[in-house]
Protein backbone atom coordinates (compact mmCIF):
# COMPACT_ATOMS: atom_id res chain seq x y z
CA UNK A 1 0.00 0.00 0.00
CA UNK A 2 2.91 2.00 0.15
CA UNK A 3 2.58 3.33 -3.35
CA UNK A 4 -0.79 4.38 -2.93
CA UNK A 5 -1.41 7.90 -3.90
CA UNK A 6 -4.17 9.83 -1.65
CA UNK A 7 -7.19 11.98 -3.22
CA UNK A 8 -9.03 15.19 -2.11
CA UNK A 9 -12.55 15.03 -1.69
CA UNK A 10 -13.70 18.41 -0.56
CA UNK A 11 -17.22 17.32 -0.88
CA UNK A 12 -16.56 15.43 2.38
CA UNK A 13 -14.65 17.63 4.32
CA UNK A 14 -16.65 19.07 6.65
CA UNK A 15 -18.61 15.95 7.46
CA UNK A 16 -15.09 14.00 7.90
CA UNK A 17 -12.88 16.63 9.61
CA UNK A 18 -14.65 19.69 10.84
CA UNK A 19 -15.07 18.50 14.40
CA UNK A 20 -11.65 16.88 14.52
CA UNK A 21 -10.09 20.39 12.83
CA UNK A 22 -12.20 21.83 15.58
CA UNK A 23 -11.18 20.57 18.95
CA UNK A 24 -7.63 20.40 17.25
CA UNK A 25 -7.99 24.58 17.49
CA UNK A 26 -9.68 24.39 20.78
CA UNK A 27 -7.19 23.02 22.48
CA UNK A 28 -4.60 24.89 21.55
CA UNK A 29 -6.28 28.66 21.37
CA UNK A 30 -9.49 28.04 23.65
CA UNK A 31 -11.71 30.09 22.35
CA UNK A 32 -14.57 28.95 20.72
CA UNK A 33 -15.27 31.80 17.58
CA UNK A 34 -11.57 32.26 17.16
CA UNK A 35 -11.65 27.83 16.43
CA UNK A 36 -14.24 28.53 14.19
CA UNK A 37 -13.16 31.05 12.24
CA UNK A 38 -10.08 28.83 11.73
CA UNK A 39 -11.60 25.78 10.63
CA UNK A 40 -13.83 27.58 7.95
CA UNK A 41 -10.57 29.61 7.07
CA UNK A 42 -8.70 25.95 6.63
CA UNK A 43 -11.30 24.51 4.13
CA UNK A 44 -11.71 28.00 2.01
CA UNK A 45 -7.56 27.93 2.19
CA UNK A 46 -7.11 24.04 1.49
CA UNK A 47 -9.33 25.09 -1.69
CA UNK A 48 -6.93 26.93 -3.32
CA UNK A 49 -4.39 25.11 -2.96
CA UNK A 50 -6.31 21.78 -4.15
CA UNK A 51 -4.21 21.53 -6.74
CA UNK A 52 -1.07 21.47 -5.30
CA UNK A 53 -1.77 18.79 -3.20
CA UNK A 54 0.45 15.64 -3.81
CA UNK A 55 -1.08 13.04 -2.37
CA UNK A 56 1.79 12.47 0.12
CA UNK A 57 0.15 12.79 3.14
CA UNK A 58 -3.51 12.02 4.28
CA UNK A 59 -6.28 14.38 3.39
CA UNK A 60 -6.60 14.66 6.89
CA UNK A 61 -2.78 15.25 7.97
CA UNK A 62 -2.91 17.64 4.68
CA UNK A 63 -5.83 19.96 6.30
CA UNK A 64 -4.11 19.71 9.78
CA UNK A 65 -0.94 20.96 8.39
CA UNK A 66 -2.60 23.95 6.78
CA UNK A 67 -4.99 24.62 10.28
CA UNK A 68 -1.62 24.79 12.58
CA UNK A 69 -0.18 27.41 10.63
CA UNK A 70 -3.40 29.16 10.76
CA UNK A 71 -2.78 28.71 14.70
CA UNK A 72 0.56 30.05 14.79
CA UNK A 73 -0.58 32.95 12.85
CA UNK A 74 -2.86 33.53 15.84
CA UNK A 75 -0.40 32.93 18.16
CA UNK A 76 1.77 35.64 16.49
CA UNK A 77 -0.82 38.38 16.44
CA UNK A 78 -1.34 37.67 19.52
CA UNK A 79 1.75 38.01 20.83
CA UNK A 80 3.17 41.28 19.17
CA UNK A 81 2.31 44.94 20.00
CA UNK A 82 0.42 45.35 23.63
CA UNK A 83 0.65 41.67 23.91
CA UNK A 84 4.61 42.80 25.00
CA UNK A 85 3.74 44.72 27.29
CA UNK A 86 1.75 41.89 28.94
CA UNK A 87 4.55 39.66 28.84
CA UNK A 88 7.59 42.08 30.24
CA UNK A 89 5.15 42.71 33.24
CA UNK A 90 4.66 39.19 33.85
CA UNK A 91 8.07 38.60 33.48
CA UNK A 92 8.80 41.49 36.11
CA UNK A 93 6.47 40.10 38.45
CA UNK A 94 8.40 36.92 38.29
CA UNK A 95 11.43 38.27 38.89
CA UNK A 96 9.75 39.54 42.30
CA UNK A 97 9.89 35.84 43.27
CA UNK A 98 13.15 35.93 43.78
CA UNK A 99 15.69 37.85 45.68
CA UNK A 100 17.94 40.36 43.42
CA UNK A 101 21.18 40.15 44.51
CA UNK A 102 21.67 35.82 44.95
CA UNK A 103 18.40 34.50 43.26
CA UNK A 104 16.99 32.80 46.22
CA UNK A 105 13.65 32.62 46.70
CA UNK A 106 11.81 35.38 48.42
CA UNK A 107 10.31 34.09 51.88
CA UNK A 108 6.58 34.66 50.72
CA UNK A 109 6.83 33.45 47.22
CA UNK A 110 9.05 30.08 48.53
CA UNK A 111 6.53 26.72 47.21
CA UNK A 112 4.64 25.69 49.47
CA UNK A 113 3.00 22.12 49.66
CA UNK A 114 -0.39 22.01 47.23
CA UNK A 115 -2.29 19.26 49.07
CA UNK A 116 -4.66 18.43 46.30
CA UNK A 117 -1.43 17.55 43.96
CA UNK A 118 -0.56 14.36 45.81
CA UNK A 119 -4.03 13.91 46.50
CA UNK A 120 -5.95 10.82 44.78
CA UNK A 121 -9.36 12.44 45.34
CA UNK A 122 -11.02 12.75 42.17
CA UNK A 123 -12.66 15.63 42.85
CA UNK A 124 -9.72 17.59 44.17
CA UNK A 125 -8.00 16.48 41.22
CA UNK A 126 -10.62 18.04 38.93
CA UNK A 127 -10.38 21.02 40.71
CA UNK A 128 -7.25 21.66 40.70
CA UNK A 129 -7.23 20.81 36.81
CA UNK A 130 -9.77 23.75 36.30
CA UNK A 131 -7.68 26.04 38.78
CA UNK A 132 -5.08 25.18 36.00
CA UNK A 133 -6.87 25.99 32.87
CA UNK A 134 -7.42 29.44 34.25
CA UNK A 135 -3.93 29.89 34.90
CA UNK A 136 -2.77 28.59 31.66
CA UNK A 137 -5.35 31.16 30.31
CA UNK A 138 -3.57 34.07 32.10
CA UNK A 139 0.00 33.22 30.90
CA UNK A 140 1.08 36.29 28.38
CA UNK A 141 0.32 35.06 24.68
CA UNK A 142 3.58 34.38 23.89
CA UNK A 143 4.51 32.41 26.67
CA UNK A 144 0.99 30.40 26.63
CA UNK A 145 2.06 29.72 22.67
CA UNK A 146 5.35 28.49 23.54
CA UNK A 147 3.88 26.42 26.41
CA UNK A 148 1.50 24.87 24.63
CA UNK A 149 3.88 23.88 21.20
CA UNK A 150 6.30 22.68 23.59
CA UNK A 151 4.05 20.76 25.87
CA UNK A 152 1.29 19.75 23.90
CA UNK A 153 2.35 19.38 20.37
CA UNK A 154 5.86 18.49 21.48
CA UNK A 155 7.33 20.48 19.01
CA UNK A 156 11.08 21.02 18.22
CA UNK A 157 12.42 23.78 20.22
CA UNK A 158 14.35 25.27 17.07
CA UNK A 159 10.62 25.30 15.05
CA UNK A 160 8.74 26.79 17.74
CA UNK A 161 11.97 29.69 17.95
CA UNK A 162 12.02 29.79 14.47
CA UNK A 163 7.73 30.19 14.10
CA UNK A 164 7.22 32.69 17.03
CA UNK A 165 10.19 35.07 16.27
CA UNK A 166 12.11 33.87 19.81
CA UNK A 167 15.95 33.16 20.26
CA UNK A 168 17.06 30.35 21.89
CA UNK A 169 18.04 32.19 24.88
CA UNK A 170 14.68 33.64 25.16
CA UNK A 171 12.60 30.47 24.87
CA UNK A 172 14.38 28.82 27.69
CA UNK A 173 13.82 32.14 29.89
CA UNK A 174 10.02 31.74 28.64
CA UNK A 175 9.71 28.33 29.51
CA UNK A 176 11.11 28.69 32.58
CA UNK A 177 8.88 31.73 33.58
CA UNK A 178 5.66 30.15 32.44
CA UNK A 179 6.14 27.44 34.94
CA UNK A 180 7.30 29.47 37.66
CA UNK A 181 4.38 31.70 37.42
CA UNK A 182 1.95 28.64 36.75
CA UNK A 183 2.93 26.80 39.36
CA UNK A 184 2.51 30.38 41.87
CA UNK A 185 -0.57 30.88 40.46
CA UNK A 186 -1.99 27.37 41.76
CA UNK A 187 -0.35 27.48 44.71
CA UNK A 188 -2.12 30.99 45.47
CA UNK A 189 -5.37 29.69 44.03
CA UNK A 190 -5.27 26.41 45.74
CA UNK A 191 -4.17 27.49 49.09
CA UNK B 1 30.78 35.17 47.32
CA UNK B 2 32.41 31.57 46.40
CA UNK B 3 30.97 29.67 43.26
CA UNK B 4 29.79 26.94 45.82
CA UNK B 5 27.95 29.86 47.87
CA UNK B 6 26.37 31.11 44.51
CA UNK B 7 25.11 27.62 43.68
CA UNK B 8 23.85 27.05 47.07
CA UNK B 9 21.96 30.10 47.22
CA UNK B 10 20.45 30.81 43.61
CA UNK B 11 17.01 29.00 43.25
CA UNK B 12 16.09 31.00 40.32
CA UNK B 13 18.96 29.40 38.22
CA UNK B 14 18.03 25.83 39.74
CA UNK B 15 14.62 26.31 38.79
CA UNK B 16 15.27 27.31 35.48
CA UNK B 17 17.77 24.35 35.00
CA UNK B 18 14.61 22.16 36.52
CA UNK B 19 12.74 23.30 33.79
CA UNK B 20 15.37 22.72 30.96
CA UNK B 21 16.43 19.58 32.70
CA UNK B 22 12.61 18.30 31.10
CA UNK B 23 12.73 19.18 27.74
CA UNK B 24 16.37 18.89 27.07
CA UNK B 25 19.40 17.21 28.42
CA UNK B 26 21.69 19.37 30.25
CA UNK B 27 25.53 19.72 29.87
CA UNK B 28 27.68 18.21 32.88
CA UNK B 29 28.41 21.09 34.53
CA UNK B 30 24.77 22.09 34.67
CA UNK B 31 23.84 18.76 36.12
CA UNK B 32 26.18 19.31 38.80
CA UNK B 33 24.81 22.62 40.14
CA UNK B 34 21.51 21.29 39.64
CA UNK B 35 22.27 18.39 42.01
CA UNK B 36 24.75 20.83 44.72
CA UNK B 37 21.65 23.05 44.81
CA UNK B 38 19.00 20.10 44.99
CA UNK B 39 20.96 18.03 48.00
CA UNK B 40 20.56 21.67 49.94
CA UNK B 41 17.54 22.99 48.93
CA UNK B 42 14.00 21.84 50.02
CA UNK B 43 12.02 24.10 49.10
CA UNK B 44 13.65 24.13 44.94
CA UNK B 45 13.31 19.96 45.33
CA UNK B 46 9.67 20.36 46.35
CA UNK B 47 9.24 23.04 43.14
CA UNK B 48 11.06 20.18 41.06
CA UNK B 49 8.05 17.74 41.91
CA UNK B 50 5.48 20.03 41.45
CA UNK B 51 6.74 21.38 38.13
CA UNK B 52 6.86 17.75 36.90
CA UNK B 53 3.44 17.06 38.13
CA UNK B 54 2.59 20.01 36.36
CA UNK B 55 3.37 18.70 33.18
CA UNK B 56 1.67 15.70 33.76
CA UNK B 57 -1.41 17.70 34.50
CA UNK B 58 -1.27 19.64 31.24
CA UNK B 59 -0.53 16.62 29.40
CA UNK B 60 -3.57 14.99 31.29
CA UNK B 61 -5.86 17.87 30.73
CA UNK B 62 -4.66 17.91 26.87
CA UNK B 63 -6.18 14.16 26.52
CA UNK B 64 -9.25 14.81 28.52
CA UNK B 65 -10.41 17.52 25.74
CA UNK B 66 -10.01 15.70 23.12
CA UNK B 67 -12.41 13.26 24.92
CA UNK B 68 -15.31 15.81 25.39
CA UNK B 69 -17.14 15.60 22.25
CA UNK B 70 -17.40 19.54 21.66
CA UNK B 71 -18.97 19.66 18.05
CA UNK B 72 -20.10 22.10 15.58
CA UNK B 73 -23.27 23.03 15.23
CA UNK B 74 -24.86 21.35 12.17
CA UNK B 75 -26.35 24.92 10.54
CA UNK B 76 -22.63 26.08 10.26
CA UNK B 77 -21.42 23.10 9.06
CA UNK B 78 -23.89 23.19 6.03
CA UNK B 79 -23.00 26.68 5.84
CA UNK B 80 -19.15 25.98 5.55
CA UNK B 81 -20.03 23.01 3.10
CA UNK B 82 -22.09 25.40 0.96
CA UNK B 83 -19.45 27.77 0.73
CA UNK B 84 -16.93 24.93 -0.22
CA UNK B 85 -19.34 23.67 -2.98
CA UNK B 86 -19.60 27.06 -4.44
CA UNK B 87 -15.71 27.41 -4.51
CA UNK B 88 -15.65 24.33 -6.57
CA UNK B 89 -18.33 25.28 -9.24
Same mark, same amino acid.
Given at each position: ?31 ? +??? !????? %? ?5 ? %? ?27 ? !? /? ?38 ? +? ?6 ? /? ?6 ? /? ?22 ? %? ?19 ? !? ?12 | ???? =? ?17 ? =? ?13 ? @? ?12 ? @? ?16 ? =? ?5 ? @? ?11
Amino acid at each position: MLTETNVLNPHKWVAAYADYLYMYAIVRINDE +DTA !KDLVQ %ETFLAAL %EKVDRFEGKSTERTWLTAILKNKIIDVYR !K /KSSGLAIASANKAAQEQDDFFEEDNGHWKAEYAPQPIAAM +DDQDPLLK /KELNGILQ /KCLQKLPALWNAVFTMKHIDDAAT %ENICTELHVSQANFWVIIHRA !KVNLRACLQKNWN | MSYL =KKIIYNCKQATFLIEKKQL =KRLTFREEMELRIHL @AGCGVCVLYNKQSR @AINDMVQQLFHDSLKNEL =KLDDAFK @ADLQARIEEGLA
